[in-house]
């Protein structure tokens, strides 16, 4: 792990919250087993529902039909702002936080962070932002704050960028369209061919439909350009976001970033566990004191 030595002068003793941010296609319930083991071990979680998800009853019947009844359903924004109200929340109480993000979930955190509510809304209709990096609320007098944005094989994406432009106005192989609905084809390839059996059962049977939406809304916020200290952690074996274009995305957080490589699928807080959970403590205890170096 790549890191960057700090002097302390009060860190506080208190852990952060981790909060989790899914990716596309995705129930904040991916989440259950990493947050059971980091309850084990004393840290506070959450984990994001986006609106934008839709339930899985009708993902058969979407991917044979090609197509499903699924109109007007809510984008990036949507789920920007369910995230936002969980930073809100939280920042209120005064509570440090490490923001960790799945895919597409770094685009939600990143417009979350401290994007106009309404980001994606015509022009003329912005409504004031709110930052929620932990510098930004000390500068305003207040406690509390994103102390750590951390990118899980997720995308960083620059201010006017989406994930369909990204990929050069084409969907992938596995990336089906359906109707307003984009479908996830063969997801144990993709996203947990290193899962056990029992897990890869239990994931697709979870799996959901997603918002077509979300992949052409655009980003409005860089973190990473804004005080906010960011870590991002390489899957080597990923299918779903190569590792070159992962290196691609990281490589954007500049010097600073922290950076951790495991030998594991799109999916890490599923198939690693363990090492997710370590990593994780760690970037929470450096991000606290990167926040409060002298």
């Not at 981790?18 to 071990?41: E, M, N, S, Y």
């Not at 951390?150 to 596995?174: D, E, H, R």
């Not at 979300?214 to 973190?223: Q, S």
């Not at 500049?254 to 760690?282: N, R």
């Amino acid at each position: 792990m790549a890191t960057t030595t700090t002097t302390t002068s009060q860190t506080p003793t208190t852990k952060p919250t981790i909060v989790f941010g899914p990716g596309a296609w995705h129930k904040a319930r991916c989440f259950d087993t990493i947050r059971a083991a980091l309850h084990a071990q004393g840290w506070e979680t959450e984990a994001v529902e986006y609106p934008s998800v839709v339930e899985a009853d009708r993902h058969a019947e979407a991917l044979n039909s090609g197509d499903v009844e699924a109109k007007g359903l809510p984008g990036l924004d949507a789920d920007a702002d369910a995230t936002r109200d969980v930073l809100r929340r939280l920042s209120g109480q005064g509570k440090e936080i490490v923001l960790a993000v799945h895919s597409y979930g770094g685009l939600v955190g990143a417009n979350a962070l401290g994007a106009p509510a309404d980001a994606n809304a015509p022009e003329g209709s912005k409504a004031a932002v709110e930052k929620y990096g932990i510098q930004h609320r000390k500068a305003e007098g207040k406690q509390g704050g994103v102390i750590m944005y951390v990118y899980l094989a997720a995308f960083v994406t620059p201010k006017g960028g989406s994930i369909y432009n990204m990929l050069g106005g084409n969907w992938l192989p596995w990336m089906l369209p359906r109707g307003d609905v984009v479908v996830a084809d063969k997801p144990v390839e993709t996203f947990y061919h290193d899962c056990p059996p029992a897990v890869q059962e239990q994931c697709v049977a979870d799996l959901c439909l997603q918002s077509k939406q979300v992949f052409l809304d655009r980003v409005a916020y860089e973190p990473w350009n804004d005080g906010v200290e960011c870590a991002f952690y390489f899957c080597d074996e990923d299918k779903a976001l190569p590792p070159p274009i992962q290196a691609q995305l990281a490589a954007q957080l500049g010097p600073d970033a922290i950076t951790y490589h495991a030998q594991t699928s799109h999916s890490p807080f599923l198939s690693k566990v363990d090492e997710v959970c370590t990593f994780l403590v760690d970037v929470a205890a450096q991000g606290q004191q990167r926040a409060h170096k002298a």
